[in-house]
């Protein structure tokens, strides 16, 4: 797993890796200190309220924002590096989005080719056959020259989900991925979810399906404006809650 | 049969003055509408793709991090959609082509190297061009940030994402009124008639200086080329636009 390019990085070190991450948009300081450490094959969830800045934490691990202070480190490279190789970051961490942002013009399988064949210079035929391979993966065989107008929204974030692990990550990261979708087809997103985290897929997700969360995760972190107010594994999050605006939270929501 | 044509308008011609098609019975008054035919053929096929790789390419500076290119790109835009492209081709030529080296191919006579013609594929490409920026800027606006930022996730560089994913969703958008553009770009070429372009209109008015009752029989002509010229043009575009439509996406072209 080592090589030159993350320093001496090895499995037993977290894979991702927060401390004291500060970030504002103007004056608007959106996280203020976070720290923690998501393990290799770990499954991690954020939750919290809207605006806590969950999915400004989640964008900075793979440097679509940049951060103001503080580290994040991804298998040992520090992503707030100006040096930065950005496309050495974005083949170790795939991304996921809650609007899926599939290319409109390219067909399904299009979709999950296109990067290997751009970005990595693979050979056609062999992504082509990873391509076929991860549509069925994620149970949308026969949708394969679909356009992206032509599927659903569920069957949209299984080719968005596709179309990352096709860059073979050893991170996902899934950024509110069910929230735009219609209650019957957020199911068939979370079990394509539950499988990769079972083949051992270090996965973040932020989230707002708190049952989902708590079968998934090995851990739990509830932000609130801008600060870890608590975290846990499930059982004792959910269930032992002591912080008083998680309570609320929980409250409201389960 | 050719020669049973030209025995008809040589009759006509003797028979009504007023309707004296000389460049079809003539054969040297043919050749010059032929000639002409072509120049302005050439014209406007050389200005319609050179202003569209300058909107491309300026639509791409627009972008650029550098605030002095983009303040470049938007004082080319400002003088060249400002100003009439007749005062345009003057300025090319008249002030311009005073200071351009020139060359002598026979040892005796000195030429500029630009041309007229040159100065009128200059001037008019940089015309329409300036309109083609605009026009490509909005189709780019209208390709969300998100889609963007999905394309940079998965490694792709500003340049790719460009190319691969923003321009194609662009270019359908911005179809409709690059056709408007290029529409107007192949009747502007008209205009070089004033730098003694030999153009179609340039050799019809010639003729009908020279044999004044020609003069209906000429303009009866640039209506009719004019018209197909750019009937092709907008059939094109228009198999082009309903080519380009996606399944599932946007309504254009129906």
């Not at chain 1, 989230?207 to 594994?233: Q, S």
């Not at chain 2, 972008?63 to 400002?82: D, K, T």
């Amino acid at each position: 797993m080592t090589d030159a390019a993350n320093g001496n990085w090895t499995p037993d070190r977290p894979i991702v890796s927060l401390n004291d991450v500060h970030k504002s948009f103007g004056d608007l300081e959106v996280l203020k200190g976070i720290s923690f450490d998501v393990m290799k094959g770990e499954v991690i969830c954020i939750i919290g309220p809207s605006g806590s800045g969950k999915s400004t934490l989640i964008r900075c691990v793979n440097a679509l924002n940049p951060i103001d202070s503080g580290s994040i480190t991804v298998e040992g490279q520090e992503v707030n590096d100006p040096k930065l190789n950005k496309l050495e970051l974005r083949k170790k961490v795939g991304m996921v989005f809650q609007q899926y942002n599939l290319f409109p013009h390219k067909t399904a399988l299009e979709n999950v080719m296109m990067a290997p064949v751009l970005v990595l210079k693979e050979d056609k035929g062999s992504v082509e056959a990873r391509a076929r391979a991860l549509i069925r993966k994620v149970r949308l065989d026969g949708k394969e020259d679909s356009f992206p107008g032509e599927l659903s929204g569920g069957q949209q974030q299984r080719v968005a989900i596709a179309r990352s692990l096709a860059m073979q990550p050893d991170v996902m990261l899934f950024d509110e991925v069910t929230a735009a979708l219609d209650p019957e087809t957020v199911k068939e997103v979370l079990v394509t979810i539950k499988d990769l985290a079972q083949e051992g897929m270090t996965c973040m997700l932020v989230t707002h399906e708190m049952g989902f969360a708590r079968e998934i995760a090995d851990h739990i972190y509830f932000t609130d404006r801008g600060v870890i107010v608590e975290h846990g594994p499930p059982a004792t999050f959910f269930d032992e809650a002591k912080d008083p605006r998680t309570q609320e939270f929980l409250g409201q929501i389960l | 049969m050719w020669d049973s044509i030209q025995d008809f308008f040589r009759d006509l011609a003797e028979r009504d003055a007023a309707w004296n098609f000389i460049y079809i019975y003539d054969n040297k008054e043919l050749e010059r509408v032929l000639d002409g035919m072509w120049v302005t053929l050439e014209l406007a096929v050389v200005c319609v793709v050179c202003s569209v790789v300058i909107g491309l390419v300026g639509a791409w500076l627009q972008g650029a991090r550098s605030r002095i290119v983009r303040s470049v790109v938007q004082g080319y835009i400002q003088f060249f959609r400002n100003t009439p492209p007749l005062v345009q081709l003057m300025f090319f030529y008249f002030a311009l082509g005073q200071f351009t080296p020139t060359f002598s191919p026979d040892g005796y006579l000195q030429q500029p190297i630009i041309s007229n013609i040159g100065w009128a594929i200059i001037s008019l490409s940089f015309f329409a061009g300036a309109f083609n920026v605009e026009i490509f800027r909005a189709g780019i606006e209208a390709v969300p940030q998100s889609t963007q930022e999905a394309a940079e996730s998965l490694g792709m560089s500003r340049f790719q994402a460009y190319v691969y994913v923003v321009l194609p969703l662009a270019f359908r958008v911005s179809l409709p009124s690059l056709n408007n553009n290029l529409v107007n770009l192949v009747k502007t070429t008209t205009q070089a008639l004033a730098i003694a372009v030999p153009e179609l209109l340039y050799q019809l008015v010639s003729i009908y200086n020279d044999y004044s009752t020609a003069q209906n029989a000429c303009m009866v002509l640039m209506f009719v080329v004019y018209i197909t010229l750019v009937g092709f043009l907008v059939f094109g575009m228009n198999r082009w636009e309903r080519r380009m439509v996606i399944p599932g996406y946007g309504g254009g072209g129906g």
